[in-house]
């Protein structure tokens, strides 16, 4: 290490600045997050409403396709198949419903600008994008729960469907003097 640079490699040059070339061995990168202001989150906010709904609408239409294939009969997977998508489709249903929480509690933090009128309008604009009950980032949360939801419970009910209809053929069979 250089003496005095603070980072890995060896110093060239001459004078008063020595060039510092660090060792690729050692080298790291770092990023800074830079906080939004309320004029850029103002610019955004139209396009990142209207992706928000294309996703969501998206989101539900294939939900009600996947719904619509599991009543009809013409989603067909075995009973170990779905239930292991039916716990992946769980597990991340819960994932977003612990997020929410998690979220719709950090975002509503009132924002500490002051006690003036300015402050306290921004504040309050604020936390309408970001808990907002129409648009806010916590209600894309639960309506995405609610999608992954509504899959689950169509997988259940085309899993129990099938095991019913086995069920009812095995013992159709049985009650005919065959075997399964």
Known sequence: MAEGTGTSGTTTGTGAAPVVTPDPTTATTTSTTVPITA???????????QQM???????????????????????????????????????????????????????????QLGENPVAKAISARFNDLAVGEDSGAAKALLDLFKVLDDISNALSRNRDTMRDADEEAEKSMKNAGGSW
């Open 39 to 49: 004029e850029q989150l103002a610019a955004v906010k139209p396009a990142l409403q």
């Open 53 to 111: 709904l294309a996703d969501k609408a998206d989101a539900s239409h294939a939900a009600a396709k996947l719904d619509q294939a599991a009543d009809s009969g013409k989603l067909t997977l075995d009973f170990e198949a779905a239930d292991a998508l039916i716990k992946a489709v769980d597990a991340a249903r819960d994932q977003v419903m612990d997020l929410w929480k998690r979220a719709t509690d950090q975002l509503a933090t009132p924002l």
